[in-house]
């Protein structure tokens, strides 16, 4: 692992959206989330996203745990330099934990993920980039959900199914084996808490989303 | 007098959408030829039963021209392969049909290929890259792919249209016109020039992306008349890029592979590239830009994605030669992809 600024500080990820670092703060071990200018992209556009994306991050990461998901404690935003310092959420990332699960513990953690995702739409929060790496299992059982960078706050149908179809997206890409049972499980924990109507005219959306992208069978397969 | 077989070779026919291209390689990936003869319609986009009539009217030339250059006899050619999806519906029957019949002429088997599988084979055959997270960018694609467990998965792509198309539609709608060049190209040009930088909608859904409502952001902003068209051509063309380089720095974080392959007809775009080398550049990796003979559709992708596949025995009966429109890269196993990533 590479040492940056210091001894108190620690890269422990870097992704594609920022870096993390591990920091020691009042005592406490936690994460600053830094969004790194980009060079390849314009100035202006670079620094639209990432001030527009660590703010909505912030805001985002506040309401979903008022409407009971579990996301880490902010303790500081800085949004000149597009920094986020908080809770540093100790446990594996669901991406990890997915394959070593009998398949009823999966099913079960699926279900959870579901419903919890049920009360962000339910609330009008979408996520926006529901994959496995951004949720992370803690010991006392809870899925904390993280990186709402790209989420907005909207109950349009749409945006609800995109938010869905990507999870989906995210399971055929990377649990492949297991997408269809995990999804399934999923969409069961999120009717559960959108209930019945509410969640059918979602995966109803989530169909026609992908009837939109390209070279989906179902509209006019193997014409001759 | 021809005696015993001197080489094996294989021909493909590339018919996707506007171009008719044949390649013939040699079974250690020497390209022989690859010719290409391109439906120009005179005026809007393509129309699929217009390319198809060309395509139908071309094929007999374009054929004896790649054997001519390729210096073979027909004896020579061991295998057809031939684009078999996804694409514009008649181009494929067409191409299809011309297959089958020099396959059956040449009573040797016919290998159906996957048309975005193709991009990434021959990206790897010319370029340093091995095992990529490729970006292919054209008029009709856009997804991030990479190899994974057997097959090319997509890690993300176009929610709507390709971003080739969201280029040449914009152009065509501000009356930009191509004189031979690719619209794109003219977008490029222009763009070059451009010097201020205008807000446009930037539309990134987790590694998927949108580009029909920055398209007609983009159109509007042209007809309100109040913005210069250089500057508009720069900023939508750096929105544009860093949605793509956003999302191939996404799968790269996401898979950690070591290579980004770029390819398609907007790989040829300089600035483009640009982006992506430093994406690469940030996560240590290599940029492998395909050469635009082999970036924009061509016979010899599709050749060499047949002998791959004619190797690992992976042929198409005629009866299972139908053309598939919309045949997604991770519908097949890629056995022959998996031994050289190990």
């Given at each position: 692992m590479k040492m940056h600024g210091g001894l108190q500080e620690m890269l422990v990820r870097k992704g594609a959206e920022a870096s993390l670092f591990l920091e020691e703060w009042q005592g406490n071990q936690v994460i600053l989330k830094h969004r790194i200018p980009k060079k390849y992209r314009h100035p202006q556009i670079d620094g639209r996203i990432r001030s527009y994306r660590t703010l909505h991050e912030s805001q985002l990461l506040h309401e979903a745990k008022v409407a009971g998901v579990p996301t880490p404690v902010i303790f500081s935003v800085d949004l000149h330099e597009s920094k986020i310092l908080m809770e540093f959420i100790e446990?594996?990332?669901?991406?990890?934990?997915?394959?070593?699960?009998?398949?009823?513990?999966?099913?079960?953690?699926?279900?959870?993920?579901?419903?919890?995702?049920?009360?962000?739409?339910?609330?009008?929060?979408?996520?926006?980039?529901?994959?496995?790496?951004?949720?992370?299992?803690?010991?006392?059982?809870?899925?904390v959900f993280l990186d709402f960078g790209l989420g907005e706050k909207t109950a349009a149908l749409e945006s609800r199914g995109v938010d869905l179809h990507l999870m989906k997206r995210a399971f055929q890409s990377t649990h492949f084996r297991i997408a269809e049972t995990c999804f399934a499980a999923i969409l069961e924990g999120y009717v559960d808490v959108l209930g019945k109507i509410l969640a059918n005219r979602v995966v109803k959306k989530i169909r026609e989303i992908e009837l939109r992208g390209r070279y989906i069978s179902g509209r006019s397969e193997h014409e001759h | 007098m021809q005696t015993a077989k001197s080489k094996q070779v294989c021909l493909g026919i590339e018919t996707t959408a506007d171009d008719f291209g044949v390649g013939i390689l040699d079974f250690e990936g020497n390209v022989l030829s690859n010719v290409s003869n391109a439906f120009i319609p005179d005026r809007g986009g393509i129309h699929p039963r217009e390319a198809a009539r060309h395509h139908a009217v071309v094929a007999g030339d374009v054929i004896s021209l790649a054997i001519q250059k390729a210096n073979i006899w027909t004896e020579d050619i061991a295998v057809v392969a031939f684009s078999q999806g996804p694409g514009l519906g008649p181009c494929l029957r067409t191409g299809a049909t011309a297959a089958r019949a020099l396959a059956a002429y040449c009573e040797v088997p016919l290998v159906g290929v996957n048309h975005?599988?193709?991009?990434?084979?021959?990206?790897?055959?010319?370029?340093?890259?091995?095992?990529?997270?490729?970006?292919?960018?054209?008029?009709?694609?856009?997804?991030?792919?990479?190899?994974?467990?057997?097959?090319y998965r997509v890690f993300g792509e176009t929610l709507d249209i390709a971003v080739g198309n969201?280029?040449?539609?914009?152009?065509?709608?501000?009356?930009?016109?191509?004189?031979?060049?690719?619209?794109?190209?003219?977008?490029?040009?222009?763009s070059r020039r451009g010097k201020e930088f205008l807000d446009l909608p930037y539309s990134v859904k987790g590694m998927d992306l949108s580009f029909s409502g920055l398209l007609t952001a983009a159109i509007s902003l042209y007809?309100?008349?109040?913005?210069?068209?250089?500057?508009?051509?720069y900023s939508l063309q750096e929105?544009?890029?860093?949605?793509?380089?956003?999302?191939?720095?996404?799968?790269?974080?996401?898979?950690?592979?070591?290579?980004?392959?770029?390819?398609g007809g907007v790989a040829a775009n300089k600035r483009l590239q640009e982006m992506l080398k430093a994406v690469a550049?940030?996560?240590?990796?290599?940029?492998?830009?395909v050469p635009k003979e082999y970036a924009l559709d061509n016979g010899a992708m599709i050749a060499w994605t047949g002998i791959l596949k004619f190797k690992e025995g992976l042929t198409t009966p005629l009866a299972e030669s139908f053309v598939r429109l919309k045949w997604r890269l991770d519908d097949e196993d890629a056995r022959w992809a998996a031994r050289n990533v190990g």
């Amino acid at each position: 692992m590479k040492m940056h600024g210091g001894l108190q500080e620690m890269l422990v990820r870097k992704g594609a959206e920022a870096s993390l670092f591990l920091e020691e703060w009042q005592g406490n071990q936690v994460i600053l989330k830094h969004r790194i200018p980009k060079k390849y992209r314009h100035p202006q556009i670079d620094g639209r996203i990432r001030s527009y994306r660590t703010l909505h991050e912030s805001q985002l990461l506040h309401e979903a745990k008022v409407a009971g998901v579990p996301t880490p404690v902010i303790f500081s935003v800085d949004l000149h330099e597009s920094k986020i310092l908080m809770e540093f959420i100790e446990g594996p990332r669901v991406k990890e934990l997915l394959i070593t699960l009998s398949l009823e513990a999966r099913t079960l953690l699926c279900r959870q993920i579901g419903r919890m995702i049920g009360c962000l739409h339910k609330n009008h929060i979408i996520h926006g980039d529901l994959t496995t790496s951004n949720m992370i299992l803690t010991g006392d059982g809870r899925v904390v959900f993280l990186d709402f960078g790209l989420g907005e706050k909207t109950a349009a149908l749409e945006s609800r199914g995109v938010d869905l179809h990507l999870m989906k997206r995210a399971f055929q890409s990377t649990h492949f084996r297991i997408a269809e049972t995990c999804f399934a499980a999923i969409l069961e924990g999120y009717v559960d808490v959108l209930g019945k109507i509410l969640a059918n005219r979602v995966v109803k959306k989530i169909r026609e989303i992908e009837l939109r992208g390209r070279y989906i069978s179902g509209r006019s397969e193997h014409e001759h | 007098m021809q005696t015993a077989k001197s080489k094996q070779v294989c021909l493909g026919i590339e018919t996707t959408a506007d171009d008719f291209g044949v390649g013939i390689l040699d079974f250690e990936g020497n390209v022989l030829s690859n010719v290409s003869n391109a439906f120009i319609p005179d005026r809007g986009g393509i129309h699929p039963r217009e390319a198809a009539r060309h395509h139908a009217v071309v094929a007999g030339d374009v054929i004896s021209l790649a054997i001519q250059k390729a210096n073979i006899w027909t004896e020579d050619i061991a295998v057809v392969a031939f684009s078999q999806g996804p694409g514009l519906g008649p181009c494929l029957r067409t191409g299809a049909t011309a297959a089958r019949a020099l396959a059956a002429y040449c009573e040797v088997p016919l290998v159906g290929v996957n048309h975005c599988i193709a991009h990434i084979e021959i990206g790897k055959l010319t370029t340093e890259a091995q095992d990529p997270v490729t970006l292919y960018v054209s008029g009709g694609n856009t997804m991030v792919s990479a190899f994974d467990a057997g097959r090319y998965r997509v890690f993300g792509e176009t929610l709507d249209i390709a971003v080739g198309n969201c280029l040449d539609v914009f152009a065509r709608e501000v009356g930009l016109r191509s004189d031979g060049v690719p619209l794109g190209a003219v977008v490029e040009q222009l763009s070059r020039r451009g010097k201020e930088f205008l807000d446009l909608p930037y539309s990134v859904k987790g590694m998927d992306l949108s580009f029909s409502g920055l398209l007609t952001a983009a159109i509007s902003l042209y007809r309100k008349g109040t913005v210069d068209l250089e500057n508009l051509c720069y900023s939508l063309q750096e929105t544009v890029f860093s949605m793509l380089a956003e999302v191939t720095e996404r799968a790269l974080a996401h898979v950690e592979k070591r290579e980004v392959l770029l390819t398609g007809g907007v790989a040829a775009n300089k600035r483009l590239q640009e982006m992506l080398k430093a994406v690469a550049d940030e996560h240590d990796s290599l940029f492998c830009g395909v050469p635009k003979e082999y970036a924009l559709d061509n016979g010899a992708m599709i050749a060499w994605t047949g002998i791959l596949k004619f190797k690992e025995g992976l042929t198409t009966p005629l009866a299972e030669s139908f053309v598939r429109l919309k045949w997604r890269l991770d519908d097949e196993d890629a056995r022959w992809a998996a031994r050289n990533v190990g």
